[in-house]
């Protein structure tokens, strides 16, 4: 029974990695990533983020991207423009919503990506706004975690492809850290 | 819940909809005007053109006032507008039909433009800079304002924003639609100075 019970945990642990993991990196395709504090949201934490393309249109516009600890990472992303869709998680324990979705609206920031390498979108906190009845939420840009402190989260799961190479490249490029 | 909280900002929506009143009343024959009114003409475009998948009104009560329409609200005196229009001021507003001429009721008083709107979604609005005056004479019965053009680029934000001249076809309109007994004066809109 034992080894059963360990070897469902290796299976779970094993399907948490590889969901996390990057697949190796395909031209022309980009890293995307970024960091989303959500301790003043409803959500115990972050576990979905998707973007949006929005020129050329596409069939399939939505991008899922992966998370892990507040930081939200895809890569072979393709040339285009893309705007943030939407975040959410879990409920807490006494939570009434089992899955808090937030999204943003389509007048706002994109981004463009026109060359293939890394694209760090920033650090944001969720803000809470608005009322019960008219439950809103703003996105305030943090200095804390930085990009290093982001690309030091996803490199775990960078291992063996070509895109630990970059992001350890973009490390050296940013210099040392802030002593923690 | 989240659906629960969707169904309560579609009811909100529906709720607005059904509250804030009328607008400025499309003019059929020059006979609805009062002695105090003038038909307000002009025309809304957006450079590319709405998309129809750009606006998602499922399960949406009255929307028939947003579907492909930019609100034009308005006010007779000038004020910025740095938030989401307040539900009074809805009731001076204009359903400018994208792409079309539109020829509404309106006050013989000169009036500003504040602000554009645009419904995407019970719960997503996109804003069109306006901060734009017409001056309305109390001799005037017709009044052409001109065609508002928007430009925006692939994120919904404006990029430029024009009042062109497009008299001739807006006069050809007007006299199809009222007649050549009565004139459509000019009077473009012209940006506000603060």
Known sequence: MRRVIFGLVLLLLHGCASNKSLEEAQSPGSLVFGYMDMDESPAKELTAFSLRQVLPKTDKPYLHMRTHEGVFYVENVAPASYQLNQFGGPGGAFSGASFYWFNFPRQGEGFRISKAGLYYLGSYKYKKAGSFFNPKFDIESIKTPDERDVIEKILPFSKGTKWEGQLRERLNQLGPGRKK | ?194
């Open chain 2, 1 to 194: 819940m989240t659906r629960a909280l969707s169904a309560c900002t579609a009811l909100a929506c529906a709720l607005l909809a059904a509250c804030v009143g009328p607008g400025w009343s499309p003019v059929e024959s020059l006979g609805e005007l009062g002695n105090d009114h003038a038909v307000i003409v002009g025309r809304v475009e957006l450079v590319p053109p709405l998309g129809k998948d750009e606006q998602n009104f499922k399960n949406m009560i009255g929307s028939d006032m947003l579907r492909n329409k930019l609100l034009l609200i308005t006010d007779e005196k000038w004020r910025r507008l740095n938030e989401a229009p307040e539900r009074a001021d809805y009731e001076n507003r204009i359903e400018a039909p994208l792409e079309q001429t539109f020829f509404v009721r309106g006050d013989k008083k000169t009036f500003y433009v504040l602000i554009g709107e645009l419904w995407l979604s019970a719960a997503d609005k996109a804003y069109f800079p306006a901060g734009l005056k017409v001056d309305v004479r109390p001799t005037d019965r017709a009044v052409y304002v001109g065609t508002l053009r928007y430009r925006r680029n692939e994120f919904f934000q404006v990029t430029k924003r024009e009042v062109i001249d497009d008299y001739e076809r807006a006069n050809a309109e007007f006299r199809k639609r009222f007649g050549s007994s009565q004139t459509l004066r000019k009077s473009l809109a012209t940006p506000v100075k603060e």
